[in-house]
């Protein structure tokens, strides 16, 4: 299974940006799927994220400002980000819980391998 991220790039404060992300390869069905950042000197955070039935979460700090969303039958994953802050700035990861095969234990989490985000004040 292969997550390809696109969409990141250098944006002013309080502009807007929105990321992309595919799964594909062997798949059975997609579970939750999220977006993650780590900004430098940081741990990785969830910024996001949305299961198969569509159900939200969000950081704190992005409440009211990104918005999630997916599309199972292509099994992207998407993120809007509006009024962009600096500290918004860091590398953004794609994540999908993917089954790849019908035994209990043929699933996995899946990682992409990142898109840069620069917010400029």
């Known amino acids: 299974v292969q997550l390809q991220a696109s969409g990141g790039g250098l944006e002013q404060a309080g502009g807007s940006l929105r990321l992309s992300c595919g799964a594909s390869?062997?798949?059975?069905?997609?579970?939750?799927m999220g977006w993650y950042r780590q900004a430098p000197g940081k741990q990785r955070e969830l910024v996001a994220s949305i299961t198969r039935g569509g159900s939200t979460n969000y950081a704190d700090s992005v409440k009211g400002r990104f918005t999630i969303s997916r599309d199972n039958a292509k099994n992207t994953v998407s993120l809007q980000m509006n009024s962009l802050k600096p500290e918004d700035t860091a590398v953004y990861y794609c994540k999908a819980d993917t089954r790849t095969g019908w035994s209990a234990a043929a699933w996995s989490a899946y990682w992409g391998r990142g898109t840069q985000v620069t917010v400029s004040s």
């Open positions: 390869g062997s798949i059975v069905s997609v579970y939750d």
